[in-house]
């Protein structure tokens, strides 16, 4: 396993560990203004939007620290970009770093990201390149990785295993730590006002 894999593999396992020192980082050094939130939420709900719709048709399987996949997702996002999921992320991930208002820490931590879906995406997709051969090569071939409409698109015909109130109860985490992000990052700005005046 070469050192793109070896990476790829351990942010896949970590993936919802190492952001951890960042979340905590956030509100110490945020300074959050109204403009920050007007432009930052919408990029929020976007991609946790984007998110239930992904996971719709991929299911719970996103949960798990081991990678596996029993068919090749091709539907709903999918047909749009091969990783949805790293797409609604970023989207998301962008609207807090616009709330929190501080560029050096969004630079970090955009670069932080950057290493970790550089090398996560290829570790997922060389497993399903094994797994599934001739079909993930031609969906390759007429999907992006992560910029949708950059492709030769084409239609992809696979049921949704799952429907939209079972993707939102799979999301319940997520919904819980994005707004407990989005409170502290609040509570610090009003904390930190106080004391100012």
Known sequence: MGLLQRTGRFFFEWRDKLPVPLVLAMPV????RLIGWVF???FVFLGEAIRVWAIMHIGPTTRTRKIC???LVTSGPYC????PLYLANLLKIAGILVITGHPLFALATMLFYALEFCSIIPYEESFL???FPEQFKEYKKHVPA????SGKQKKFDAPASFDVVQAV???????LSTTAILLTLALADIFRRRQAA
């Open 129 to 131: 390149a094994e797994k």
């Open 69 to 71: 996949a029993d068919r």
């Open 40 to 42: 930052g939420l919408p």
């Open 169 to 175: 109860r799979s999301e319940k985490k997520t919904f």
């Open 80 to 83: 749009c970009c091969r990783n």
């Open 146 to 149: 992560l910029v949708p409409g």
């Open 29 to 32: 050094i945020a300074r959050p």
